[in-house]
């Protein structure tokens, strides 16, 4: 490696109104290295690169790239340094070819396309060259999400870069489809290009990186050498104190069956066939996953249990009443709670207050209210005891939710679920956006849930989270139910195979 | 009766559903391109009255018809800029501000015309029809057909340069994309806002020439109100068209069609039915369409929304 750094990051501060994105971030990148960037959601590290890849600009601090220090007004000035991005939320416009979208802002606007043929065949070559599966003429929305993303790191290549920066690409991909990826930073660097690759996952970035910064807070706490550190540490630093990977778990066998979902089937919003005969059931006292990529059902599969989507066909039984089809209010009533996937459309509503918050479902009901009128002292109290337990992070009580951090809201919903006494709890996505430690903590409030007799449904995309906490898994891919598997990290191959939807050979990987 | 389903009575009818169908090809090929960048323009009725009546106004302190279609544009133009600033630059509800306009277009023309123009009753000089050697002359096509003035030829010009422009050129690709995905636009160095006022004022532009197309090549005086919600039906237009520059040719031509009949029947003294139902027949149409067409379809997803810069 050479004596003077590829990238240099001097003491950069970003700030987006109240919030401090990058205090003072200070970082080295050498040349031809993986170079993994680790750290909590929300501990600026998008923002961080956004700032590299012109997408941002810093407020104070300095970049000093190749030897030069560069002040980027635009990605495109980026790219021009031979800079590249690929984005957690990918810079794909879903109506054009992947072609077109190479070209996007390419050459004067008053240009007339016509040398599409040529840009095809480069597209090919580069596919080829690095096994990357892409078709040019392919339109975007036509394509998987791991294609998708396939298809915006060759757009980065075809550019022309040195320094890739990948932010979380891992997110969206099967352990197949992951593994390809991490094996492609491989070859590209040895292509002598240098990657930046950011995620929140210790074991991926464990396998690639030379080495690792880790951030907290708007900071970069520690830079390590990966063969000087392990997991454990790596997590402490990213948290600031120690984790417990593993969470005790007492084995109980399950008891009546609660819910009972019987060949169901419904449509996504676009009136495409999303669910296709969906057969599970739920015990008391047990957790079961469903683990799939995201995009293959789950959605309009919690929807339609939690009856915000119609049902085509089938059932669902709750304690042996048939809830099909009714409405959410309804099912509600009977026992059932719901920690959505998207909190902001399903689960709260951001300018009312915390109080109002959790008393969604209950508003109209003693003890919260009498003779029509809200009884605010009720209210208030239960709210308040709901913070305390569930330490969600807030001013009191009459704070607009909107003002929590992604983590204390999720705390608050699932606050609200659990305090309505359910016995089904249909749970999509339970530690989305929130830190290490509430995570830790939500997921120890699931296990005694379990203990106490609840049946819970978790929908995730991190195996991680299903690991640790499910009695059993089932695979859902293109909305129906491939398999089911114990909660077995031995077994990941075979998970990662029906993830992908192959059904038919297991434990053939490798 | 018999009459109706004579050739004479076919072939005016085409010709005057192509005449009638100009002012909406227009408006609704321009908005074809502010709803690809994203920006609906309801004021589409106020700019083209704004457009008639500068086309009016022009054409009659100069007697030159070019010239007055060149003020419809750039009277629909600014009228587009005033829209742009509000709702690109402002980020104004693009409902609110062209609702607005429609009022602000209809009152300034309206008060404009009575300050200037109407104690004077004068008309103007409009666009004659064009013979074209050979074609004006063929049995049925050519009565049903080419006996029009240029600027309803020109509407086949503009649709064929119009689909052009949106498909096969760099400012097409881009324009079509900030419509979808702006952000992404911006990442690959365009200027999102750049974009959308070039689309609106397109889009404005346009309409404009279809509004002065109305005092200059249809009837030959500004008459208040004398869109009469053609703006509206243009958005229609748009809709069923599935933002396709030569699908808002024809099915403004379809429009074209229900007006020219309208019209026609109203004139036949066999037909019983009160003239109200028949003038109400392309706004009914407009209706059954949308309501047909409910649903998103092939909306821009950004139809509507500001965007954000970071
Ligand atoms: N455009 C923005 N406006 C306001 N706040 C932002 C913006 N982008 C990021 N933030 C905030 O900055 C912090 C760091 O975000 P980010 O870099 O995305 O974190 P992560 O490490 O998960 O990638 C977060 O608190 C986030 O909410
Ligand atoms: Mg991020």
Not at chain 1, 69 to 83: H, K, L, M, Y
Not at chain 1, 330 to 356: C, M, Q, T, Y
Request: aromatic letters at 6%; charged letters at 20%; proline letters at 4%.
């Amino acid at each position: 490696m050479s004596t003077k750094p590829f990238l240099r990051i001097d003491n950069i501060r970003k700030r987006f109104g109240p919030i401090i994105a990058s205090d003072g971030v200070s970082l080295e990148i050498e040349e031809g290295e993986i170079h993994s960037l680790l750290g909590e959601n929300g501990a600026g590290k998008s923002v961080l690169m956004s700032m590299i890849c012109g997408m941002v600009r810093p407020d104070e601090g300095d970049i000093v790239y190749k030897g030069q220090s560069v002040r980027f007004t635009s990605p495109r000035d980026a790219i021009r340094e031979r800079i590249g991005m690929v984005h957690q939320h990918f810079m794909l416009v879903p109506n054009l070819t992947v072609a077109e979208n190479y070209i996007l802002g390419q050459g004067s606007a008053l240009s007339v396309i016509s040398n599409m043929t040529t840009v095809h065949r480069k597209i090919r070559a580069l596919s080829e060259r690095y096994a990357l599966d892409v078709r040019p003429e392919a339109i975007v929305e036509d394509l998987s999400v791991g294609e998708q993303q396939r298809v915006e790191i060759l757009k980065v290549l075809f550019h022309g870069i040195d320094l890739l920066i990948l932010d979380e690409p891992t997110a969206v991909l099967t352990p197949q489809e992951t593994d390809r990826l991490l094996s492609l930073m491989g070859d590209l660097v040895k292509d002598g290009k240098t990657v930046v690759f950011i995620s929140h996952k210790l074991d991926e970035v464990m396998r690639v990186s030379n080495r690792i910064s880790v951030m907290r807070d708007g900071r970069v706490v520690n830079t390590v050498k990966v063969g000087e550190t392990n997991a454990r540490e790596l997590a402490r630093m990213m948290v600031g104190r120690d984790v417990r990977m593993e969470l005790p778990r007492s084995p109980k066998p399950p008891g009546r069956i609660v819910l009972s979902v019987e060949n169901l089937t419904c449509r996504a919003e676009t009136g495409l066939p999303a669910v296709r005969g969906v057969s599970l059931d739920v015990r008391a006292g047990e957790i079961v996953g469903i683990a799939g990529v995201s995009g293959n059902g789950q959605t309009e599969l919690s929807l339609a249990l939690s009856g915000l989507l119609p049902v085509d066909s089938g059932r669902v039984i709750l304690n042996g009443n048939d809830i099909t089809g009714h409405d959410p209010a309804k099912i509600n009533a009977r026992r059932f709670s719901h920690i959505p996937e998207d909190r902001h459309k399903h689960g709260i509503v951001l300018p009312l207050s915390l109080s109002e918050n959790t008393i969604l479902q209950r508003y109209n009901q003693k003890p919260f209210a009498t003779g029509g009128m809200l009884n605010r002292r009720v209210i208030g109290e239960h709210t308040r005891d709901l913070i305390k337990r569930f330490r969600v992070r807030s001013r009191d009580e009459n704070q607009p939710i909107a003002a929590l951090s992604g983590g204390n809201q999720q705390k608050l919903v699932v606050a609200r679920e659990l305090a309505r006494d359910p016995d089904f709890i249909l749970v999509n996505q339970l530690a989305r956006g929130i830190d290490i430690g509430a995570m830790e903590f939500v997921m120890e409030e699931m296990l005694r849930q379990r203990d106490s007799g609840r049946a819970i449904l978790l929908i995730s995309t991190e195996l991680e989270e299903l690991f640790a906490i499910c009695d059993r898994i089932l695979v859902m891919f293109h909305g129906e139910i491939l398999g089911e598997l114990p909660p077995d990290r031995a077994r990941l191959d075979e998970l990662g195979l029906l993830m992908a939807g192959n059904k038919d050979q297991p434990a053939l990987a490798g | 009766m018999d009459d109706m389903i004579s050739l004479t009575f076919l072939a005016a009818l085409a010709s005057a559903a192509w005449r009638l169908a100009t002012p909406l090809i227009f408006a609704s090929i321009g908005e074809v391109f502010s709803e690809r960048a994203g920006v609906l323009n309801i004021g589409l009725e106020g700019t083209m009255l704004v457009g008639a009546f500068c086309g009016f106004a022009a054409a009659a302190a100069t007697g030159n018809i070019p010239l007055g279609l060149l003020a419809g544009v750039a009277g629909g133009m600014l009228f587009g800029l005033v829209f742009a600033f509000f709702t690109i630059t402002i980020k104004a509800d693009q409902i609110v501000v062209g609702a607005a306009l429609n009022l602000l277009g209809m009152g300034l023309t309206a008060f404009l015309f009575r300050t200037y123009y109407v104690s004077t009753g004068k008309g103007i000089e409009i666009a004659q029809p064009v013979h074209i050697p050979w074609l004006s002359d063929l049995p049925f096509l050519g009565e049903a057909f080419f006996r029009q003035n240029l600027i309803v030829y020109s509407t086949v010009l503009v649709a064929i340069l119009a689909a052009l422009v949106l498909y096969r050129t760099s400012f097409g690709l881009t324009l079509r994309a900030v419509g979808e995905h702006p952000k992404a636009v911006d990442v690959a160095g365009r200027s999102v806002v750049g974009y959308r006022y070039a689309a609106v004022l397109v889009g404005t532009g346009l309409a404009g020439l279809g509004g002065a197309f109305l005092t200059l090549g249809h009837s030959n005086q500004f008459v208040e109100g004398i869109t009469s919600g053609r703006g509206f039906i243009a958005l229609a237009v748009v809709v069923f068209a599935r933002w396709s520059p030569i699908g808002a040719f024809f099915v403004s031509l379809l429009f074209g069609l229900f007006y020219a009949l309208q019209l026609m029947l109203q004139a036949q003294a066999s037909i019983v039915v009160p003239y109200q139902v028949l003038q109400a027949l392309p706004y009914i149409m407009t209706i059954v369409t949308l309501v047909a067409l409910r649903g998103k379809g092939a909306a821009p997803s950004k139809l509507g929304q500001p965007y954000e810069m970071r």
